[in-house]
C-alpha cells in the first residue's frame, strides 16, 4: 500500500510553519535505530525530489493546538 501511494504521488508532507526557525529537525531514516540531523530546509529539499507534495500550514489555526 505503501509503495504504491509512492509511484502514484499519493503521500503529501504536512509541516508546521512554527518547525522554521529551528535550525535542525532530527529524523530515522527507515529504522529507529540512529538519528540523521538535517536543517528543514534541506529536509523538504530531499522530499521535493522525490515528488512528495509539501503543504506548509500553520497548526495553530486548525484547531490542533488543544492537544498539545
Not at 529539499?45 to 492537544?67: A, D, N, P, V, W
Request: charged letters at 25%; glycine letters at 4%.
Amino acid at each position: 500500500m505503501i509503495l504504491r501511494c509512492i509511484t502514484e504521488r499519493k503521500v503529501k508532507f504536512i509541516v508546521d510553519e512554527d518547525l522554521f526557525p529551528k535550525t535542525n529537525i532530527g529524523i530515522h531514516p527507515n529504522e529507529n535505530t540512529s538519528t540523521i540531523w538535517l536543517s528543514l530546509n534541506d529536509l523538504l529539499s530531499i522530499i521535493k525530489e522525490h515528488g512528495t507534495s509539501i503543504r506548509i500550514i500553520k497548526i495553530y489555526e486548525f484547531g490542533i493546538h488543544k492537544y498539545r
